[in-house]
């Protein structure tokens, strides 16, 4: 089966997870959001000017609760790290892990990182992360699937030369898309690499892992032709 979106107009590659917080939680977000969260759309960002440095940036798509993320940002403080999700109470509770911590290389998007990604200059990401996406995995849904050809060649568009794509799931199926697509792509090379030692054991995969799943890590390198479509 193709691994092409089908043709009608864009739809979701996650299943909305937004929901309303008690109201002084709400205020909480309202008040660290104003420091530490980008909006979804606007203009283009200077990555430099938005964490006060110029160090990598990486963007970690679907964080869930952020734990993996937080944990990554307070190992790896050489790192600017923009954590993506729609999922609003991991949002929350993302917001009070950076301001607990005081982490300063961290920003959050409550959204879709399809959305965001217009914001973010062509050539400009040390990488991108996307562990655990949603399966989607009845045949019918499958166009859903955030790791397409599409979707990959506009994230590639994103890593400078030398940056990299990150991915992983416990779905085999969803794995062999994956390589599958990433293969294809003329920018990157690389594959299935053993699961790093310093990647956490997230949520997802740890549920995963009780019923007995497999998770498959890809790694993948942009090198300096095949410019992708921004």
């Known amino acids: 089966m193709s691994d092409e979106p089908a043709a009608h107009p864009p739809v979701r590659t996650f299943k909305p997870r937004r929901r309303s917080l008690a109201p002084a939680r709400q205020a909480m977000v309202d008040r660290l959001a104003q420091q530490w969260a980008l909006d979804e759309t606007g203009l283009v960002l200077d990555l430099p000017t938005v964490f006060g440095r110029d160090a990598g940036v990486v963007v970690d798509i ?31 509770t993302s917001l ?8 300063t290389n961290v920003r ?6 399809l959305v965001f990604r217009d914001r973010i200059a062509a050539g ?3 990488g991108v992360r996307i562990w655990f996406p949603d399966p989607w995995p009845k045949i019918r849904q499958r166009h859903r699937r955030i ?7 506009r994230l590639v ?33 690389g594959g299935v690499i053993d699961r790093p030692a310093w990647r956490p054991v997230t ?22 032709g095949g410019a992708a479509v921004r």
Not at 168 to 186: L, S
Not at 203 to 224: F, I, K, M, P
């Open 203 to 224: 949520r997802y995969e740890q549920r995963g892992r009780d019923l007995g799943h497999h998770a498959v890590d890809l790694h993948y390198t942009r090198g300096s």
């Open 108 to 113: 959050l998007v409550h959204g879709d990182a």
């Open 62 to 92: 679907g964080i869930g609760l952020g734990d993996t993320m937080i944990d990554l940002a307070v190992a790896q403080p050489e790192l600017d790290v923009i954590g993506i999700d729609v999922h609003t109470p991991g949002f929350a």
């Open 147 to 153: 790791v397409r050809t599409d979707v990959v060649d």
């Open 96 to 103: 009070a892990s950076i301001d607990e911590l005081g982490l």
């Open 124 to 126: 400009s990401l040390a």
């Open 157 to 189: 568009g994103l890593l400078r030369p030398g940056g990299w794509l990150h991915l992983a799931t416990d779905i085999d199926d969803y794995a062999q898309q994956m390589q599958r697509v990433c293969d294809a792509h003329p920018a990157l090379h």
